[in-house]
Antibody, heavy 121, light 112 residues
C-alpha cells in the first residue's frame, strides 16, 4: 500500500525557515517524481513544486510564488522528500501536501494527509 | 500560465441523480507528445485530495465507474452518473501539460 506521511509543520515567524519531510512507503521511491502542493485555509489547491527521479536528472521545478525561497530535495536511500522553506511569509500559511507523481500520466496519484504550516508573529 | 475555469461553483444534487462539472482551459492542453494531461480530483470534507480521473477519461484505481471524464482540447467534463452521499465534497480539475501545474477553482457538490 502506497503511503506518504508529511511532518515538520508548525507555527513559525515571518522571515524564518522550516523544513518539511515526506516519508514514503509501499513503492520504489527512487523510481518516481514527487511533488508538493499547498492549500491555504478555506481556499483551493496550489502547486508548489516538483522533483524528478534521479533517472531524469533529479531536477526541480517551482511555482513563481516560491521560486528562490523554497527548495525540494530527495534522499532515495531513506525514501524521503523534503521541502525547505526559507524567508517565510504570512501568505505561505497552508496545509502542505506531498504527492507521488505518475510520470506516464503526469498526475499526482497518491497524496499524503498534509501538514499545517502557520506563518505568524 | 494556463488558467483553468470550472463551472458551476456549487452543485446541489438529489441523491441518485446525475451531476456534471465543466472545466475550461485558457489554451489547449494537448502536449507535444500527443497526450492531454487533464485530471480530476475529489476532496471530501476534512480529507486530502484524491485522484479520480487522469488523461481526460481514465479512472484511477478503486474509483467507482459512476465517475467518468470526457472532453478534448480546452473543454472537459466530469460526470457522476448517480450521486451518492459519499460523493459530497469539492472537485478540482488540474492540468499538467505545462508548468506551472494549475487548478480550477473547485466545484462544491452537495446534497439537496
Amino acid at each position: 500500500e502506497v503511503q506518504l506521511v508529511e511532518s515538520g509543520g508548525g507555527l513559525v515567524q515571518p522571515g524564518r525557515s522550516l523544513r518539511l519531510s515526506c516519508t514514503a512507503s509501499g513503492f520504489t521511491f527512487g523510481d518516481y517524481a514527487m511533488s508538493w502542493f499547498r492549500q491555504a485555509p478555506g481556499k483551493g489547491l496550489e502547486w508548489v513544486g516538483f522533483i524528478r527521479s534521479k533517472a531524469y536528472g533529479g531536477t526541480t521545478e517551482y511555482a513563481a510564488s516560491v521560486k528562490g525561497r523554497f527548495t525540494i530535495s530527495r534522499d532515495d536511500s531513506k525514501s524521503i522528500a523534503y521541502l525547505q522553506m526559507n524567508s517565510l511569509k504570512t501568505e505561505d500559511t497552508a496545509v502542505y501536501y506531498c504527492t507521488r507523481v505518475n510520470s506516464s500520466g503526469r498526475m499526482a496519484d497518491y497524496w499524503g494527509q498534509g501538514t499545517l504550516v502557520t506563518v505568524s508573529s | 500560465d494556463i488558467v483553468m475555469t470550472q463551472t458551476p461553483l456549487s452543485s446541489p444534487v438529489t441523491l441518485g441523480q446525475p451531476a456534471s462539472i465543466s472545466c475550461r482551459s485558457s489554451q489547449s492542453l494537448v502536449h507535444s507528445d500527443g497526450n492531454t494531461y487533464l485530471s480530476w480530483l475529489q476532496q471530501r470534507p476534512g480529507q486530502p485530495p484524491r485522484l479520480l480521473i487522469y488523461k481526460i477519461s481514465n479512472r484511477f484505481s478503486g474509483v467507482p465507474d459512476r465517475f467518468s471524464g470526457s472532453g478534448a482540447g480546452t473543454d472537459f467534463t466530469l460526470k457522476i452518473s448517480r450521486v451518492e452521499a459519499e460523493d459530497v465534497g469539492v472537485y478540482y480539475c488540474t492540468q499538467a501539460t505545462q508548468f506551472p501545474v494549475t487548478f480550477g477553482g473547485g466545484t462544491k457538490v452537495e446534497i439537496k
